[in-house]
């Protein structure tokens, strides 16, 4: 299926479409800060470049067969680590995606952060996360693409983090890249599977008849916790929540849009290395996760936690429907999302800005993100109400709009899967109506609470600056599904790929999930309508008491951590340590044993010498008289001699 | 230019010598003279580098008659002056030569007795040149014993407060350490003979012989069908364990690794970078080119002890690192981690795994330089070291918090930055060990990356705690200034190249390549001519 690229143009078109975005973060980097206010026009123009140079890229390619193109990397043992360009439909349309909702970011920012102190490092991050993010979407090497997969994890870190004075942002960094990370290693041990069996990383060259199934599904397991971890998959997604500490525009790009979509993307490309028993893990998981981010979205009063959980409820499902068979809804859903899932947030960062502006003579302190302090915002900011209206229904599934086609897409396809006999798969199947059922709930409750209930603050509010404006107008546009399923524009090989992933759906699910959408908003109406919320509710707030669990997790790792330390200094090192005083006691034994044995003995001899030296000095004492007596008593001992 | 490594090792021996005579009071020349001298060998360095050719075997080798002396019946000792380079030496010589150019600038503000200071540390750079280019046994304890007193006294006369306990720590430590290489080294001279010399029995120091088992005197200590036993294991296994625990000592690898936080906190930064960056590096140098390569039975029969231990040393220096509470004492853990990478790589004794024990060794050098540095430059500023007493450095230094940046992620492995190759093919390589050679269980290549993780989660929770969060220094009259010329010279250099070797891996790989498939080739060889 894969051909080497022979057109230098689609070459071409695919480094600069690459590389350009480097070329934004490197110019953000070197700029001077005099000339800060540079960065934003030119990092916004070379995204739209780049904007430019991915359609062209999808039109030349277009639906002919997927190109590749690789240069070696690096070599070890004679495999060789090729870095190579995969551009196939899915990567190419992704590829658009990713520069079309960056280049809308980075103009949605020049208005959203104009006040912000550090816009250098503000736009030479984006522009360094969108090159991660297509170089993840392009590269057919699992390893290059493990590479690109951590650094699009680090400028999710660094933006995040963008306002790390607060401490609570610094904490949220951290903990994001932290539990990405444990994901990481599961997506790295895969790799080590895969490169100790087949000894070649490239997707289009894995030879997987020469791996044994339980390896492969062990593989395959792995790498879907890498999923895990960057899609916000359960138990790994109560990061998500508390990123939203970065700026808005960020959550718009990195956390709804892009990076999180990432895992899900992951698994369409290495689709062909799952087992049975891979899909199952896939599916529940993704069940498990899409039900329960439905439910976490429906208490919380936050928006962007609101669209934060949401989110994982939207991943989870997609992640569902490429367990359950549903691959290709998958994807479509992946696209759709990343629209209008960025479409909200860049929504919720103009009603937070236009909060601010209206708040900023005032006195106190109100949490304009707290949905309890909005209401009746409608009439005051009708533009972003009526974009923040179309996103809301692409994701609540409303007919017309985008998200809806893909759900029935989803829905269809799952449906032929289950079968008719009753399985395990039927569970599957009930998870993913309910969450079709839950999600136009919490989504009515956002809306409601935003746009129409009484607002218990009155204030003036002005719309945003134009370049947001214009952003999310373009944005919500591409949300309503008549720019993309009818036909209009037939020329245009963009419509004609799109529409080979559109198969007809089945009537009778088109019909149900209709009426589920309506009962589903009709009893949201009159739930919501005199409903005053309360305080928040402590039972399901804290990320369902994850957080609880892995912030123990990581006070038992610290605990553990100065206990080795303890034991470094006062075990292991007073070991040491009283090995040497061993030896020093040892030597002073000997030293003591030298000093008094051995040199007491010679002193000791030396001494006797002295005293018998003594002695027998004091015999020549010069006397005539003891002389006469030594000679007669020694003449006496001569003569006893003798005679005896 | 055929006694290029020559002039490397020799310049500055002879430059300590001719310092000697300029008198103490010409303070600032020493300096001077000292940056001069690592010039000079950056150029030489340059043609090193444009008379290598990439092959397997040994190039620029220079071999002199050194001492050979007659014993009669117990045949002739032969030691030669054998220098040379390889795929492993190269690396490490190179790397040399860069970190003690960047520690001699690093060492710019020293006041106390500047003297003594920088002809001692002429004379360690000559003693790390010698020890990297040696090929001779013997030449290689010399030069490697030489350098142990320099850093003593470096250490011992311009540490900190602890800096006696710590000097001597370390000397004693060390020591043990060669006194079991010396025993080995005498037990080889007494089993190996020079081929080349013909009927008359010539014992040799000279690596090239020693590789090869057929040079094996038969019915000397370390035959190879000698059936005695010493407790359980046969002499060639013990010699192994003893080059092991000796090598292992200088690695640092757990429970052997405690001068090092130690050796580390006293030090003075300079030092610190040698230390971490060349010093800790003949450890595993050590083993790669002698322990495996002469008892390549005693690598195999071993190898599983030698994984544990580097599993062992990377989670336990990983914990140790995350509750330190000084920064440079979390920095010294975190090379006992990352050479516990190095460890866990040789044991494997796959091509994937030796090659990323060797570039692990050359990225740890630069990484470990760059994050030493890092904790001098705060030093230099308020002469305290604890985390706590920091908070929000990234908004008044927001130079030294990009370097900061890219020390800590090129550490804690993230792709595109040095760290992340060297651990990446050791981990492909541990894990591949058990269906290539059936040597390390798949376990260990499972525990070794929680290294990774912790590894992230004591640099970011550093990160969070120091950097970010409100400004405040807890210190009196400290001035955070950003970063001045000094040290932005010396941190660039380094951060380019922990960027450089992160993207283009092969610029290195094409020394170490050749070198890591000739070398678990001829270990397999040369082991199953041992045991057939």
Known sequence: ?644 | MRHLLSYLIFTPLLAAVVGLLIPATQKNTFRVFALLISIIQIVIMVLIALHYEHHDGIQLSERLPWISMDLGQWGTMKAEYFVALDGLSFPMVALSVAIISIAVISSWTIEKNQKGYFILMLILNGAIMGSFCALDFLLFYVFFEFLLLPMYFLIGIWGGPRREHASIKFFLYTLLGSILILIVIIALYLSFQDPTSGKVLVHTFNMLHMQNPENIIPGSILSIDSTDLLGPYSYRLWAFLLLFIGFAIKLPAVPLHTWLPDAHVEAPTPISVILAALLLKFGAYGLLRFAYPIFPDGAIYFSWLVGFVGVVSIIYGALNALSSKDLKRLIAYSSVSHMGFVLLGLASITVEGVTGAVYQMFSHGIISAMLFLITGVLYDRTHDRLIANYSGLASKMKVFTGFVLIAFFASLGLPGLAGFIGEVMILFGAFLSQKANGLLPIWMAIVATFGLLLGAGYYLWTIQRMFYGPFSVKIPAAEMNDLNHREYVMLLPLAMAALFFGVLPQTLLNFINPFAQQFVEALFKSASFINP
Not at chain 1, 367 to 385: A, H, S, W
Not at chain 1, 515 to 531: G, Q, T
Request: aromatic residues 14%.
């Open chain 1, 1 to 644: 299926m894969t051909e080497t690229i022979h057109s230098a143009a689609s070459l071409w078109l695919a480094l600069s479409v690459l590389t350009i975005p480097l070329f934004s973060a490197l110019v953000c980097f070197v700029i001077s800060e005099k000339f800060a206010w540079l960065s934003p026009m030119v990092s916004s123009l070379l995204l739209f470049i780049t904007f430019i140079c991915s359609a062209f890229l999808f039109f030349q390619v277009g639906d002919s067969h997927a190109l590749t193109y690789s240069w070696p990397w690096f070599s070890v043992n004679e495999n060789i680590i090729r870095a190579s360009l995969l551009l196939d439909k899915h990567g190419l349309i992704m590829v658009m995606v990713v520069s079309l909702v960056s280049f809308l970011v980075h103009l949605y920012s020049i208005g959203y952060m104009a006040e912000d102190q550090a816009l250098i490092r503000y736009f030479g991050m984006l522009g360094f996360f969108t090159f991660a993010m297509l170089g993840l979407v392009m590269s057919s090497n699992l390893l290059i693409l493990f590479c690109f997969w951590e650094l699009v994890g680090f400028s999710s870190y660094r933006l995040i983090g963008h306002w790390y004075e607060k401490q609570e942002a610094a904490k949220a960094s951290t903990k994001a890249f932290l539990i990405n990370r444990v994901g990481d290693l599961g997506f790295l041990i895969g790799l080590m599977i895969l490169w100790s069996w087949l000894g070649n990383l490239d997707i289009t060259y894995l030879n997987l008849e020469t791996i044994p199934t339980f390896w492969l599904t062990t593989a395959g397991v792995c790498i879907f916790i890498g999923v895990i971890g960057k899609s916000a998959q359960f138990p790994l997604f109560h990061w998500l929540p508390d990123a939203m500490e970065g700026p808005t525009p960020v959550s718009a790009l990195i956390h709804a849009a892009t990076m999180v979509a990432a895992g899900v993307f992951l698994l369409i490309r290495i689709e062909s290395l799952f087992t049975e028993n891979t899909l199952v893990i896939i599916s529940v998981t993704g069940t498990i996760t899409a039900i329960t981010g439905a439910i976490g979205a429906l208490f919380q009063y936050d928006i962007k936690k609101i669209l934060a959980y949401s989110t994982i409820s939207q991943l989870g499902f997609m992640v569902m429907a490429i367990g359950a068979g549903a691959a290709q809804g998958g994807f479509l859903h992946l696209l759709h999302h990343a629209f209008f899932k960025a479409g909200l947030f860049l929504g919720a960062g103009a009603i937070i800005h236009a909060m601010h502006q209206a708040y900023h003579h005032q006195e106190g302190n109100v949490d304009v993100q707290d949905i309890r302090n909005l209401g009746d915002l409608r009439k005051k900011i009708p533009i972003t109400f009526i974009t923040f209206m179309i996103c809301s229904a692409a994701l609540a599934g409303l007919p017309f709009t985008s998200g809806f086609v893909s759900k029935e897409l989803i829905l269809t396809q799952m449906n032929e899967w289950s079968g008719n006999a009753f399985s395990w798969k039927w569970l599957v199947i009930l998870g993913a109506w309910v969450v079709t059922l839950l999600t136009p709930v919490y989504t009515f409750r956002m809306v409601w609470f935003i746009f129409f209930a009484k607002s218990k603050h009155n204030v003036e509010m002005v719309e945003v600056p134009i370049v947001m404006r214009l952003s999310m107008f373009v944005i919500s546009m591409s949300s309503l599904a008549l720019l993309i399923t009818f036909k209009p524009f037939h020329i245009l090989t963009i419509i004609n790929v799109l529409m080979s992933l559109y198969p007809n759906t089945s009537h009778l699910i088109t019909l149900l999930s209709t009426l589920i959408l309506l009962i589903a908003l009709v009893s949201a109406f009159f739930m919501y309508k005199n409903y005053e919320l309360k305080d928040q509710n402590k039972f399901l707030t804290p990320n369902l008491y994850l957080d609880w669990l892995s912030d123990y997790a990581f006070k038992l790792v610290l605990q553990f951590a100065i206990l080795v330390h303890w034991f470094d200094r006062k075990v292991i090192d007073k070991i040491i340590n009283g090995l040497t005083y061993l030896q020093v006691g040892i030597a002073h034994v000997t030293g003591w044993s030298d000093r008094y044995l051995v040199d007491g003995v010679v002193n000791g001899m030396a001494y006797s010498a002295k005293g018998i030296g003594s002695v027998t000095r004091s015999l020549a004492n010069g006397k005539i008289q003891s002389y006469l007596l030594w000679a007669m008593a020694g003449l006496l001992i001569f003569i006893l001699w003798i005679l005896y």
